[in-house]
């Protein structure tokens, strides 16, 4: 007997029909004499839904209530969920993040997992009751609803995992497994059967949105063995342990499978980023801490960041980039501190995005980038800006082009299938 904690995400979870196929397969993992409590997210597109309607009510809004309104989607799908479990004569409750409770710290929006008393988590499952969780909700020290940032029932289900000591963590989504590429855009993408928790994190921060980055470094940090795998099977395929999708492990397990390893595992892309220019700013020691200070201390993450040669003496261009749901906050801040910053003017471009490859081999190998900018090049796509980590490199490029951008360094980069073997 196992412990198991499934996640299914927003596309298994739309609508009556397809939440009746996730209960079944809960339902077969319990039968088959696990213990199990199950993470779920939001109907697909209902998250959406409700952050634009925080955004109409108000376009600087409050973090706190979005919380409150966003995080309403994983309150109603986990009780269809129960609902539906008890109509197929499974004891099942919900329990929401109050309920558990799944402590959170830090910024609205953006919480991070603190702790979680499982006592009666646990208690519950032993007693064979299915326990449903919404996911990306928790409670914050002031008893307030919190979210963990878009994707977060990843994390729900994880921590979850850490805190009964599950023994498999099976993230079911709607592709049935980790690939070199997003295989919604690259035909020729292959599954992984195998990645190591290095990799899928630099993979999931640069935006392969299969799985939250907080998820894979809390995996990695409490060793929860964490699997992905599809929820559109058969009513009767075979469960979980038998069917084949991703499985994340060490770099000592990775070692002793001996898989072939690619100096590229993946590549990524991310359509949420903003590129932000200062222009004119002055050329002194302060002046980059007086423009990133204040946006850290707001939570606003800054990623990539140029600081160009100045125009005129004295004065530079700061160009850098931010998630484009802080845009208008970001923007708005800078405005503020104007005079104290001495900028001349703030530029701003939604209509970017950064493409990224990721690779453990590249710790050891050089020309990963030249690669790049070459393949780029050939294809008359312009870099507007470039960052790098032992393991990855990302380009900054315009909106329109990141298709092809993607799919041409995947064939750069030899990850395409010649046939249906999985890497
Ligand atoms: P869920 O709603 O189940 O959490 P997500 O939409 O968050 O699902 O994540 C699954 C999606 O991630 C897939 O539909 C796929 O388009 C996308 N994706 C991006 N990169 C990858 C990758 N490297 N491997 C698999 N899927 C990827
Ligand atoms: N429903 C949330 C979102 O869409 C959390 C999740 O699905 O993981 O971001
Ligand atoms: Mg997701």
Redesign the pocket.
């Known amino acids: 007997m196992a412990r198991i904690v499934m996640k299914f995400?927003?596309?298994?979870m739309a609508g009556s029909e397809r939440i009746r196929r996730v209960a079944n397969i809960v339902r077969r993992q319990q039968a088959a004499g696990h213990e199990v409590a199950v993470v779920v997210?939001a109907m697909?597109g209902e998250t959406d839904r409700l952050v634009n309607f925080c955004r109409e009510a108000n376009a600087l809004y409050d973090p706190a209530e979005y919380d409150v309104v966003v995080s309403s989607g994983e309150q109603v799908t986990s009780g269809l969920l129960a609902l539906t479990l008890q109509s197929m004569g499974c004891k099942a409750r919900s329990w929401l993040g109050w309920q558990l409770p799944m402590k959170t710290v830090e910024a609205h929006a953006k919480a991070r997992v603190d702790e979680i008393d499982s006592e009666a988590l646990i208690a519950a499952m032993q007693s064979g009751q299915i326990a449903v969780i919404p996911g990306f909700q928790g409670v914050s020290d002031e008893n307030r609803i919190t979210t963990m940032g878009r994707?977060g029932?990843?994390t729900s289900a994880v921590a979850i995992a850490a805190a009964v000591k599950a023994d498999r963590c099976d993230i079911y989504?709607?592709?049935d497994?980790?690939?070199?590429?997003?295989?919604?855009i690259v035909a020729k993408a292959r599954k992984l059967k195998y990645v190591t928790y290095e990799e899928m994190l630099e993979?999931a921060s640069v935006g392969?949105?299969?799985l939250q980055t907080r998820s894979v470094s809390l995996a990695m940090k409490e060793n929860v063995r964490v699997q992905v795998l599809s929820s559109f099977i058969d009513e009767n395929a075979p469960l979980a342990d038998e069917i084949p999708g991703t499985m994340i492990v060490s770099d000592d397990e990775m070692e002793e499978l001996h898989m072939e390893r690619q100096l590229v595992t993946?590549i990524?892309h991310d359509r949420n980023e903003a590129r932000i220019v200062l222009t004119r700013v002055p050329d002194k020691p302060g002046a980059v801490s007086s423009v990133f200070g204040p946006l850290a201390e707001a939570s606003i993450n800054v990623d990539m960041i140029i600081q160009n040669v100045g125009r005129d003496k004295g004065e530079t261009d700061v160009t850098f980039t931010v998630p484009q749901a802080d845009l208008a906050r970001a923007q708005a801040l800078l405005e503020d501190k104007r005079d104290a910053i001495g900028f001349n003017r703030i530029i701003t471009d939604a209509h970017v995005a950064k493409v990224s490859v990721v690779g453990v081999g590249m710790k050891s190998h050089a020309g990963v980038a030249a690669t790049m900018f070459k393949a780029l090049a050939e294809r008359g796509i312009n870099v507007q800006a470039i960052s790098t980590s032992e393991i990855k490199v990302s380009v900054l490029i315009d909106e329109d082009e990141v298709e092809l951008a993607v799919r041409v360094l995947h064939t750069a980069y030899g990850l395409d299938r010649v046939d249906d073997t999985v890497a």
Do not use: H
Request: glycine share 20%; aromatic share 4%; hydrophobic share 25%.
């Open positions: 995400g927003g596309t298994s997210s697909a994707g029932s990843d989504t709607d592709v497994g980790v690939y070199t590429t997003d295989p919604r993979l392969a949105k299969v993946g990524a």
